[in-house]
């Protein structure tokens, strides 16, 4: 099996800066895991304390997002880590900047269903499927992350294409009811903006696995092709 | 004026190799604004061997990504350099990272181009505006990078707001043209599409621009109001 501890990779005094870190990047995706339910939540059900909360939000994970990201710039400066302890927290630093546009595909949801003002958007309340698709992802990759398990990560790195080919049904069927009834046009490009916003979450999920890839492996995998990454594992 | 020459920054051994790395990310730059020129082209003229060279040319930005960002990895853990230069290493690693993006979305573009199969899409090509107000973006944003000119960084960050309002016009203009004729959907959700993929290209230069901003100044201006990055000129 393909489960490595961080640890290993590490040495000395480097060990207790990075396991903060390591806490730090664990705290921030918990938050941003919540703050994505909440808003998938929100797609068929306006709550005005939960809009609140998801905004509030934001400003939780961008905060975090600035401070581990200078957390790190200080371990590499003052540890000076050799290249396989380096690629760990290049990882990181790539890690919480698509974890932090999570976020803000969240917060943008939160927002959409506030400017709704509680009219009802059959077409936004439709997405709910492919949103917890999309945090199922987010959750998987997080726990791949923690683990630094490269088989989840691969894993995560398939599940996006259902949420491509969920995303691509939801385009093609929302097309056909504008054509049907043109007044609903401004709900329906609203809820396709929230479909892309889940996609471009899906693709997220799978950066992050990528990230996971090349720690364990280290070799970058963004760029190759899913059969390519697949006889790395 | 706040022009500083990265090599002020930078000592030693570190100097030469940073400077090549610099001169990839500019060549790496230049061609993503080539592409993202190409593409803006095909907005408004399908030419097949264009479509081809976009799409072609992805192949080469993701291979200056995958090259620079392990180039800087390996410069970080030899040289092991201090905070400031540091600095600049984060940025540069930021920037391909945007960079890489801005090239897929001309990828997108053209292959979107490629599938109207020669059918002229009037809302397609009325984003050329839009497109050419994106591609200044990305020229001059490179050109801050390049000189580190912060100046000129912070009227990048502006000019993305002219990008959003343009991005918010068109919107809304579309939605009347689906309405009056439910015909035109398809294709009006496809030029929708190219659409926000330029409203991010807008985005990205504006990340780019922060970076700058975070290297002259040391400071992570992400998540501040445009305000308070006024405060820091």
Redesign the interface.
């Known amino acids: 099996m393909d489960k490595l501890n961080i640890s290993k990779h590490i040495s000395g005094q480097f060990n207790a800066e990075l396991d903060h870190v390591r806490n730090q990047i664990m705290a921030m995706g918990g938050l941003v895991e919540e703050q994505l339910k909440d808003a998938i939540h929100l797609l068929s059900k306006a709550d005005h304390d939960l809009i609140e909360k998801v905004i509030e939000t934001d400003?939780k994970v961008?905060?975090f997002?600035?401070q581990i990201?200078?957390e790190c710039?200080?371990i590499?400066?003052k540890r000076?880590?050799?290249?396989s302890d380096?690629?760990v927290v290049?990882a990181i630093?790539?890690t919480i900047?698509d974890l932090e546009r999570i976020g803000d595909a969240a917060e943008k949801i939160a927002r959409m269903v506030q400017r709704q003002n509680d009219k009802h958007n059959s077409s936004l309340a439709s997405l709910e499927h492919l949103g917890l698709r999309a945090t199922a992802m987010l959750r998987e990759v997080l726990d791949a992350f923690a683990r630094m398990d490269v088989d989840l990560a691969f894993k995560v790195h398939r599940a996006d294409k259902k949420v491509d080919k969920e995303y691509e049904r939801f385009?093609r069927e929302q097309?056909t009811y504008?054509?049907e009834d043109?007044?609903s046009?401004?709900q329906i490009?609203d809820a396709?903006?929230v479909a892309?916003d889940l996609e471009r979450v899906g693709d997220r999920c799978q950066n992050i696995a990528e990230y996971v890839i090349y720690f364990v492996r280290g070799k970058?995998v963004?760029?190759l092709g899913r059969d390519e990454i697949k006889e790395l594992l």
């Open positions: 400003g961008n905060g997002e600035v990201d200078e710039t200080r590499i400066a000076q880590p050799a290249a380096l690629r290049m630093i790539k900047a385009i097309m504008m054509m043109p007044r046009i401004p490009l396709i903006s892309r970058d963004r760029h």
